[in-house]
């Protein structure tokens, strides 16, 4: 499966942004759909991730309550909605996808196996 990332830009702290992972060659159903972030001089982090039925979603502590990952399999899709921003969410975020059974959600970067390029996102104070 190919992922592509989109949707990121400039928002202002408090403000809400969507950002979308598109898969295409395969079926997104196929897959748990992570995302992952990377702040300016930091490692990549897990942020969320929902399961290939959808019925399982896990989220990093910093983002809980503010993030949240849907799927739209119709489409291909698996949204990030991100509400409530902070400074300290600027980063490039990047969506992955690991292949496993219905109900598995993954939080560690090892376990998916594709990649999407990234989009980024600054939250300007």
């Known amino acids: 499966v190919q992922l592509q990332a989109s949707g990121g830009g400039l928002v202002q702290a408090g403000g809400s942004l969507r950002v979308s992972c598109k898969a295409s060659r395969y079926t997104i159903s196929r897959y748990a759909v992570g995302w992952f972030r990377q702040a300016p001089g930091k490692e990549r982090e897990f942020a969320a991730v929902?399961?290939?039925?959808?019925?399982?979603?896990y989220y990093a502590a910093s983002v809980q309550g503010r993030f949240v990952i849907s799927r739209d399999n119709a489409k291909n899709m698996a949204p990030l909605l991100m509400s409530s921003l902070k400074p300290e969410d600027t980063a490039v975020y990047y969506c992955?996808?690991?292949?496993?059974?219905?109900?598995?959600?993954?939080?560690?970067?090892?376990?998916?196996?594709?990649w999407g390029q990234g989009t980024l996102v600054t939250v300007s104070s």
């Open positions: 992955a996808a690991a292949f496993g059974s219905s109900d598995y959600a993954p939080s560690l970067q090892r376990a998916f196996d594709y």
């Open positions: 929902a399961s290939r039925s959808g019925g399982t979603a």
